[in-house]
């Protein structure tokens, strides 16, 4: 009597404890997916930054190559100006001396040269002379001017590349504070990248644990097995109908990235379609299973098992006799999945094996 009021007694506890894991497996799902999403935004800024980076690094490139082009063309201008400035101060001194002259001459009249000359002709010889010093006076002024004019403008086209190199120079310190801004949020980003590769590394650990958890679960099961076994047909039927999203063997994983290896069949189907036993055999497995979610092993003999993960509901309690084809439980996504899908593995001794070998 004792024995037996304590039988339902454990069990309803590990009914309680078992419900407590469900729930915060739930909670870690749902905390898993919105990390998976953060983790795509971060991402999806990542490139963002990259192109932002790449951009203002050719935009900081340009604009040293126009500060190099302009610091050589303000050379050339400085050794320019030096130079109009030395000939426009030889033609300066030059005019001062040629205005001296021409003062000078200027004293002498037409009657003074005609009583001093010799001759008519030494007259108008020196009055032909006095006109190509005034005419030639005339036009060395000119030139001066012309100068003038010339070394002005080279000091306005100076002061221009000066004010564009300031404005240059301006711009460059802009996109240096930029470009560290951009260095600075992408080593944010590495770093929470950083972070998701450990947790990933975690979740596919603890996968890899509950799958070989589960090979042991498997194995012990069908050695504490008792009375008539039931054997399946040795022939696999299809656990349901849908679209093929996963194989058996390495993959990049959906939830975390990286390349893991997947155990069984992904089948998308929608939400509460029926899952089939695979074969005829025993329950020997019934509830949740860490990131198998909800999940049902079934035994066919022969050292054959076969398993249905991320149900949303269990039809079939352990121990139960199962038919080929008969239901035991309805497509979901719980534990971790992306989404409503049937896993279905086909194991030998606990191993994993390809399912397509045995359907």
Known sequence: ???????????????????????????????????????????????????????????LNQANKKITTNQAQI???????????????????????RVREVYKSSGLNFLQLLFT???????LNRLYFCRQIIDYDATLVQGVRADVERVNRKKSTLQTKTKQIQELAAEIESNKVIVA?????????????????KEYEAHVAELEKSSSELEVLILKKMAARTGARVYGSGTLAWPLRGRLT???????????????????????AKYG??????????????????????????????????VYAHMSRIYKNVGAIVAKGQVVGLVGSTGYSTGPHLHFEVRKNGKPQNPLQYL
Not at 5 to 24: D, G, T
Not at 251 to 268: E, K, M, Q, S, V
Request: proline residues 2%.
């Open 1 to 59: 009597m004792i024995c037996s009021a304590m039988a339902p007694a454990a069990e309803v506890s590990e009914e309680i404890k078992l419900k407590n894991i469900q729930e915060k497996l739930q909670i870690g799902k749902q905390k898993l997916l919105e990390v998976k999403k953060e983790e795509q935004a971060v991402l999806g800024r990542l490139v963002v930054i990259n192109k932002e980076l790449k951009q203002t690094n050719n935009s």
């Open 75 to 97: 050379g050339v201008l400085n050794a320019e100006l030096k130079e109009t400035a030395g000939d426009l101060e030889q033609k300066e001194n030059k005019l001062k001396a």
């Open 117 to 123: 000359s010799g001759a008519m002709s030494d007259f």
């Open 181 to 197: 801004e951009k260095a600075k949020n992408k080593n944010l980003v590495y770093k929470e990248l950083q972070q998701r590769r």
């Open 246 to 268: 996963s194989q058996f063997g390495y993959r990049r994983h959906p939830l975390y990235g990286g390349r893991n290896f997947h155990t069984g069949l992904d089948i998308a």
């Open 273 to 306: 379609t029926p899952i089939m036993a695979a074969d005829a055999g025993e329950v020997i497995f019934s509830g949740w299973w860490d990131g198998y979610g909800k999940a049902v092993v079934i035994d066919h003999g022969k050292k054959t098992s076969t």
